[in-house]
């Protein structure tokens, strides 16, 4: 297994009211985060005041539980180079896992970007994953109304379903069937008051605890079904009844937007600077459209398989593993887009790719 040494960081994203800022109130008090650092919007929100051991300055402050906690007043670049700054002077303790938190309709495409294109952050640190926080009794009307709901679920390696104290188990069950739905092989949580073991962390999508590269993850990584439900993506569509799976009481949920996800796969090598063409082209033309992409794939150029993972337009840099899943030499990529321009992607992607 290949290690990757540099700082983790996981975003941590939501509409307003979706109960994040409670879920960091609770993480960020446990023991287990003594080694985290977290990026928040201000912290009378969080209401730390209380749990203060030292308050470095007007922007940084050290917790009883040893997590530190630094508002984001400037630029991100900034934030983590005064943080590592600060922690290499040994003015506060050394992190070894950041978590951002977004404001409500932020798009945490544009973060994964700067942490993966700024020389000076990707060198330090690594895109860790997403955790989305749905709001259990708002979500109805906001994943009708907003597609920023919708793009937050589909880029979100983990959601968290808040507050089921306060709708039935048949209505949390239909919000787990259109996350399925809307971003296959998803990891989802009920959480109530933000409580919720931030172990969860070192388990997101394949890059676990900086363990990047495991075939047995990558496998489920790629699941285009959602094992828990029987919910297919729209390669095989599943027909719902009006009252929704198990005679939910309520209308299923509608979706602001049509999302798709299909899959591709391809039995021969695949040549890396076609893959490459493709990938540049599907970025420039659709990126707005592209809300996750994920694959492993079998280059011509490379006898490992290499992983190619996306989100919103944004596409990481190219990791190895060092062997196949269960042995299959084959490639295998998921996109999740706009369906209005479902065809026109995999038609671009499969021309080049082949050669076409």
Known sequence: MITDGRIPINIITGFLGSGKTTLLNYWVRQQS????????????????????????????????????????????????????????????????????????????????????????????????GTVTVVDGVNIRKQIKEQFEAVKQIAQADTV???????????????IERVVEMLNPSVKVHRVLNGELDPAILK????????????????????????????????????????????????????????????????????????????????????????LRMKGILNLDSDPRPVVVHGVYGQIYPLTCLQSWPEDKKQSKIVFIVRAMVKEQIEYLFKSIVLGE
């Open 33 to 128: 985060m003594k080694d985290c650092a977290v990026l928040i919007n201000e912290f009378g929100s969080v209401g730390l005041d209380h749990e203060l051991v030292e308050k470095i300055d007007n922007q940084v402050v050290l917790l009883e539980s040893g997590c530190i906690c630094c508002t984001l007043q400037s630029s991100l670049v900034n934030a983590l180079t005064d943080l590592l700054s600060r922690a290499v002077r040994k003015e506060i303790p050394m992190f070894n896992r950041i978590l951002i938190e977004t404001t409500g309709m932020a798009d945490p495409g544009s973060l994964v970007s700067l942490i993966n294109y700024n020389p000076f952050i990707e060198q330090r640190f690594r895109y860790d």
């Open 160 to 174: 968290l379903i808040s507050k089921t104290d306060l709708v039935d188990n048949d209505e949390v069950e239909e």
């Open 203 to 290: 388990d997101i999508g394949p890059f676990n605890s900086g363990e990047v590269r495991d075939p047995k993850k990558i496998s489920a990584w790629l699941a285009t079904e959602s094992a828990k439900m029987g919910v297919a993506s729209s390669i095989q569509p599943v027909k719902v009844s009006k009252s929704g799976i198990g005679a939910v009481k309520k209308p299923s949920i509608s979706v602001h937007s049509n999302v798709a996800t299909f899959s591709m796969e391809f039995d021969i090598p695949l040549n890396a600077d076609n893959l490459m063409d493709a990938l540049e082209a599907i970025q420039m033309q659709y990126g707005d459209s592209l």
